[in-house]
């Protein structure tokens, strides 16, 4: 005989608590994402003597190679998840965006969405991140910005657009502007026709 193992609900009512390593997987994932953590962080008797010992006896090992497949599997099912369900039940986005330099001396640019969901909860998610070896002119960064906010379907839902005060993101928001102004609307002076006014903050 072995002694039931509970497991809570989010209503407060109990279960049968099952090992499922499916599920050991997708956390593990997580965690290395969360951390930084080397793909073979689990892929050794010293974590598998851990695990086993002060947390769940039923561990099985995983090797660095699964980990790999499944910390892609996980990235492609996040981007659909945000593509096909998330964004297309919210009307209004946020952006901020910016360039740093990592150890290898390589320039990358990260899009961040910003938006309220249903439950009136703001939620950020990073939906951009992109390696830059051109020079970092305004027609490169609004080039890298439009193409994530295509990607994800999101043209006509930005409502604003925060950078830092760099010359070149000035340039980059003219660029920018027209491309997401069916949002934003257009204001069209009477006296000059040809001169619009594009509501984005930057």
Request: a negative charge.
């Amino acid at each position: 005989m072995v002694q039931t193992r509970l497991a809570m609900n989010p209503d407060g009512s109990y279960r049968n608590w099952e090992y499922k390593p499916e599920v050991a997987r997708v956390e593990l994932c997580k965690l290395i994402a969360r951390l930084d953590l080397p793909l073979s962080v689990a892929d050794n008797d010293a974590w598998d003597d851990y695990i086993q010992r002060a947390h769940n006896p039923r561990h099985v090992r995983v090797s660095r190679f699964s980990t790999s497949r499944d910390l892609e599997k996980l990235f492609i099912d996040t981007i659909n998840n945000l593509k096909h369900i998330v964004f297309p039940s919210v009307n209004s986005i946020c952006l901020t965006s910016d360039i740093w330099s990592g150890n290898a001396k390589e320039d990358y640019i990260t899009v961040v969405a910003h938006f309220i969901n249903s439950d009136w909860q703001l939620k950020k998610h990073v939906i951009g991140f992109r390696l830059i070896e051109e020079a970092h002119t305004g027609t490169n960064i609004a080039e890298r910005i439009s193409d994530v906010v295509e990607a994800f379907g999101m043209t006509d839902k930005i409502f604003a657009v925060s950078l830092d005060n760099a010359s070149s993101n000035n340039n980059a928001m003219q660029i920018l502007a027209p491309i997401f102004s069916g949002y934003l609307g257009v204001d069209t002076d009477p006296d000059n026709p040809s001169k619009k006014t594009y509501y984005v903050v930057h």
